[in-house]
């Protein structure tokens, strides 16, 4: 169930301009999650969420964004130890090189991405579970792009 609530906080601060915790709240038992607010302000400590300035002149909650360094470190070696992806409805597997999973894993659950559910990895293996097919599909279909694009620049 945090997951789940987590998952559409995210959803619910990059899709609306929200400005404190009680309209959150509000948003959330519109869509049948019955939080406190001491709930959801460890989800937003959790969450590493921020609050940005928007083009208004207001403050509102956002995703903390990772450092270009962060990012383009992720980027490396998931273009360096990433064998395959796949998906089979919500499902999606991603095969590494030995030893690399729980490394690749850790990258890919720092980007709290909305719509997945939660990983687990092994020594090469991971299984990640996605609220449904369509966000399995998008994900694959965003890490296999992303994949793609560090290994044409690493070419060139």
Request: charge should be negative; proline fraction near 0%.
């Amino acid at each position: 169930m945090k997951t789940l609530r987590q998952s559409r906080i995210l959803e619910l601060i990059r899709n609306n301009s929200i400005e404190t915790q009680s309209e959150l709240i509000e948003l959330l038992r519109k869509d049948g999650f019955h939080v406190t607010q001491a709930t959801i302000s460890r989800d937003i400590k959790e969450m590493r969420l921020i609050k940005i300035l928007d083009n208004d002149g207001t403050y509102r909650y956002a995703s903390e964004k990772i450092s270009e360094s962060e990012d383009e470190s992720h980027s490396y070696l998931l273009a360096t130890a990433v064998v395959s992806i796949d998906y089979a409805h919500a499902l999606v597997v991603i095969k590494t090189r030995s030893g690399m999973a729980q490394a690749v894993c850790a990258a890919l659950d720092a980007t709290n991405r909305a719509g997945i559910l939660g990983s687990i990895a092994g020594d090469d293996t991971i299984f990640i579970a996605a609220v449904n097919d369509a966000a399995a599909s998008n994900f694959v279909s965003d890490l296999r792009k992303l994949i793609s694009n560090k290994n044409n620049a690493t070419k060139e």
